[in-house]
């Protein structure tokens, strides 16, 4: 109800990483709204069937199991919107997976920019990340700071995929015209992540639920800034329809907070839970940025502000109906 959406009535919205986190929010979101077809695609190396089961599969959402990468993934789907978010974006899967990384990230990327050329959609949104600014030398950082990355680091397999997703995505829209937006989350967290997904929130969820540790590797000093996915959704759409071809936008909140905080925060929330444990994993946190914090001006010259802050995000997160959560008890709200 924040994005006026009349403009994709009647049409037909393509998605890969179907099942991912982001994808799998926008697929139940379409098929709630009910107000065009659409087309999903993912081949589960990180995502899960089971993230859109819940999803009222009609006549209007269809569902694709092929490999982004492949090179004719894409032959027989017509679509006038494109949300490209096939990825592998989690540190834990992109690590045990590096060359599945680099042909969804590249290989993807090129095939659906090929599409695009053939097919002629009316806009195009690719999914970059805020890791291609690697550990910024400047926060908060805009979209025109250049990044400060590894290349041959344990990372690099993803971030600097990212980054070269990004120049294919500008090559082909100064060659061939293909109107081709380029978002960059930073820290996006609500329902429809995976508990096992290794990242700071859900680990957060996962200690939450289970009763078990928080673990923090570090210090705690370092920061990053969340995003709730419902706000994070709403800039991304605005991208989609009134985002400038060719051009990137960072997606997010600009409230930054350290994991110290972050911890503090859930305690003050959940009535003292989770316990935190601090763990010196030099190897755990090698290349990973120390602060991260975006400069969100550009979106929020055609989208909303955030609306969730942390405190309500989280509660909201917590409240999920965790498709891969064993029956544990939860705690007292």
């Given at each position: 109800d924040r994005v006026d959406l009349s403009g994709i009535r009647g049409k037909t919205v393509l998605i890969t990483g179907a099942c991912g986190f982001i994808g799998s929010y926008l697929m139940k979101m379409f098929g709630y709204l009910d107000i065009c077809e659409v087309c999903g695609i993912d081949n589960f190396i990180s995502g899960k069937e089971s993230s859109i089961a819940d999803t009222a599969l009609s006549a209007r959402l269809r569902f694709y199991n092929l490999d982004i990468a492949s090179e004719f993934a894409l032959i027989r789907i017509k679509a006038d919107y494109v949300l490209h978010a096939a990825s592998i974006a989690a540190p834990m899967f992109y690590k045990r997976h590096p060359l599945e990384t680099l042909r969804a990230n590249v290989l993807g990327t090129w095939n659906v920019l090929e599409w695009a050329v053939k097919t002629k959609p009316v806009s195009v949104v690719h999914f970059s990340s805020s890791e291609v600014y690697g550990d910024p030398a400047q926060v908060p950082t805009g979209e025109s700071y250049w990044g400060h990355t590894s290349f041959t680091g344990p990372r690099s397999c993803y971030d600097?995929?990212?980054?070269?997703?990004?120049?294919?995505?500008?090559?082909?829209?100064?060659?061939?015209?293909?109107?081709?937006?380029?978002?960059?989350?930073?820290?996006v967290y609500g329902p429809g992540a995976r508990l096992d997904d290794?990242?700071?929130?859900?680990?957060?969820?996962?200690?939450?639920?289970?009763?078990?540790?928080?673990?923090?590797?570090?210090?705690?000093?370092?920061?990053?800034?969340?995003?709730?996915?419902?706000?994070?959704?709403?800039?991304?759409?605005?991208?989609?329809?009134?985002?400038?071809?060719?051009?990137?936008?960072?997606?997010?909140?600009?409230?930054?907070?350290?994991?110290?905080?972050?911890?503090?925060?859930?305690?003050?929330?959940?009535?003292?839970?989770?316990?935190?444990?601090?763990?010196?994993?030099?190897?755990?946190?090698?290349?990973?940025?120390?602060?991260?914090?975006?400069?969100?001006?550009?979106?929020?010259?055609?989208?909303?502000?955030?609306?969730?802050?942390?405190?309500?995000?989280?509660?909201?997160?917590?409240?999920?109906?965790?498709?891969?959560?064993?029956?544990?008890?939860?705690?007292?709200?």
């Open positions: 600097e995929s990212k980054r070269l997703s990004e120049t294919l995505c500008a090559t082909y829209y100064r060659q061939y015209g293909v109107p081709v937006k380029i978002v960059r989350p930073f820290n290794g990242r700071v929130i859900p680990n957060l969820m996962n200690a939450l639920l289970r009763h078990e540790v928080f673990t923090i590797y570090g210090d705690g000093s370092d920061t990053r800034s969340y995003c709730y996915i419902s706000d994070a959704v709403g800039q991304i759409l605005a991208v989609l329809l009134d985002g400038v071809e060719g051009e990137a936008y960072n997606v997010g909140f600009d409230m930054e907070i350290s994991l110290n905080d972050l911890g503090r925060l859930a305690q003050s929330k959940f009535n003292g839970m989770p316990t935190v444990e601090y763990i010196n994993a030099a190897e755990a946190r090698q290349d990973a940025p120390k602060r991260r914090r975006p400069d969100i001006s550009k979106v929020l010259k055609i989208a909303p502000r955030p609306v969730y802050d942390l405190r309500s995000g989280l509660e909201r997160t917590l409240k999920t109906r965790w498709l891969d959560l064993d029956p544990v008890k939860r705690i007292r709200k």
